[in-house]
Structures are given as structure tokens and as C-alpha cells.
């Protein structure tokens, strides 16, 4: 029985460091794809092709979150180049309030995940488990800014110049084609809200590493300690009958009944 015990108890050591082993490495390759997100993030702001002409639209041009670009006239060597307007830090600049309004979510996500990035340092210092949870909200919150800010882009649409390009309106598109920045977008925000889903399931499974088994078999073993220390200072082994010393008759009170006996007779 002892020895059936002892190899479920080596058995169970084996599965929980294979299952820490396991968690470690996804907590790795969590904080791999965080870092690929937030660089892709970054990519999707400062790219100017969410939008962008087609062969059916009437001229040339291309737009993303604050800056659109336009094909220039024809110069004497006939050749002419696309001529980019517009700057984040300029708000002036951007062509209307909703694309202002896109640029500030898309800008306010890539910030989360740049501090969501900052964060894994917090590795070092933190319990895994509160890391893998600041970390969660962070991305959860960069992932509804994305949301949002891909809804109300469109609604940008009707500004003259895209009208001038797609001959577009409010949410339609008109004659010009969602280029792939937008899309890239989209997608991430699929991304986002699978990275933070893993980050608090980890979270979770964080918490519970350690079998109870474990504690049992501390516990046992503590209590097993203590009795050997206390039987160790005390000078006596605790027996089963658990007798103290002090109920057994001494020497003396044993002489003093036989002589008080010797008197009587």
C-alpha cells in the first residue's frame, strides 16, 4: 500500500512539472504574439492605405487614419508622385472629426499594447498571475478602441476629398477599395480579444499549480516533524498508551506506603 502511494505521489510530480513546463511555454508565446501585435498595431496607424482608388475610381489617391495622398500634376519629364498630406500631432490637418476621432482609438490601442509590452518586465518582480491580468485588461481595452475606431472611420467617407477620389458617401465606399491596412485592423481585433481571453485563462490556471496532494503530504509531513521534535526535546518516546512520566508512583511515595504499613502492623 506505502509503495502504491509512494508512486502515485511521483507520478503526480511528473505530471505537474510537465504541466509547468507546458504553462510556461505559452505564457512565453503570449508574450511573443503581444509583441508582434503591437508592432503590427503601430503599422495600421502610421500606414496610409485603409482605403484607396481602383481602376473605376476618377483619379488617383489614398487614405489612412490623418494622412491622404494624392497623385501631382504631370511635370516636364512626364512622371509625378503621390503628395502625402497630413500629421497626427496636427489635428488641424486630418481631414475631418472622424477620421480624427479613428486616428486618437488607433493611437490610444498602440499605446496600451506598447505598455502591455513594458509590463512583461513586471515578470521579474510580480506574481505571473497579476501580470497576466493588467496585462488582460489592457489588451481588452486596446482591442474596443480598435473596434470603435474601425465603425466610425467610415463615417469620414463624405469628406470632399474622398468624394473627389471614390465618389463615396457616409459607410459606402463608392468606386475606391478598402486597402490592406484596414483589413490588418480588423483583424487584429480578433487578435486583441484572443490574446487577452489567453492572458486571463493563464491567469487562472496560474493560481491552481500546485495539486492539493502537495499540501496533504506537507501537512502530514509537518505534523510528522513536530511529533519528532516535541518527543526529542521532552527525552522520551510519545508511546501509545500516551502515559506521562508523572502518573507512574516514584521511589519515595512507594517507601513511605511500606513503612507506613510495617507501623500498622
Not at 489614398?62 to 497623385?71: E, I, N, R, T
Not at 480579444?193 to 487562472?204: G, N, V, Y
Request: hydrophobic share 45%; proline share 2%.
Amino acid at each position: 500500500m506505502d509503495h502504491e502511494v509512494e508512486y502515485s505521489t511521483e507520478l503526480t510530480k511528473i505530471y505537474h512539472t510537465n504541466y509547468v513546463r507546458n504553462s510556461r511555454a505559452v505564457c512565453v508565446l503570449w508574450a511573443v504574439f503581444t509583441i508582434c501585435f503591437a508592432i503590427l498595431n503601430i503599422v495600421a496607424f502610421i500606414q496610409p492605405q485603409w482605403i484607396g482608388d481602383t481602376g473605376e475610381s476618377d483619379r488617383p489617391g489614398f487614405f489612412g487614419l490623418y494622412q491622404f495622398c494624392v497623385l501631382g500634376a504631370v511635370t516636364s519629364d512626364f512622371t509625378s508622385e503621390f503628395t502625402c498630406t497630413g500629421d497626427f500631432l496636427e489635428f488641424n490637418q486630418i481631414l475631418n472629426t472622424s477620421f480624427q476621432a479613428a486616428s486618437f482609438l488607433v493611437g490610444a490601442s498602440a499605446l496600451l499594447f506598447i505598455i502591455c509590452c513594458v509590463c512583461l518586465i513586471l515578470f521579474l518582480f510580480l506574481n505571473t498571475a497579476t501580470v497576466l491580468r493588467i496585462c488582460g485588461w489592457l489588451q481588452i481595452l486596446g482591442a474596443i478602441f480598435m473596434a470603435i475606431a474601425c465603425i466610425v472611420y467610415p463615417n469620414g467617407w463624405d469628406d470632399p476629398q474622398v468624394v473627389s477620389i471614390c465618389n463615396s458617401q457616409t459607410y459606402g465606399i463608392g468606386s475606391c477599395g478598402i486597402r490592406w491596412a484596414y483589413i490588418l485592423a480588423i483583424v487584429l481585433i480578433f487578435d486583441a480579444f484572443i490574446l487577452a481571453t489567453l492572458a486571463f485563462i493563464l491567469a487562472a490556471k496560474q493560481a491552481k499549480l500546485l495539486p492539493e496532494v502537495y499540501g496533504k503530504k506537507e501537512k502530514s509531513e509537518l505534523n510528522g516533524f513536530a511529533s519528532d521534535t516535541m518527543s526529542k526535546r521532552s527525552g522520551y518516546p510519545l508511546s501509545d498508551d500516551r502515559y506521562s512520566e508523572y502518573s507512574h508512583r516514584s521511589e519515595k511515595s512507594k517507601r513511605s506506603t511500606h513503612s507506613h504499613s510495617s507501623r500498622i502492623a
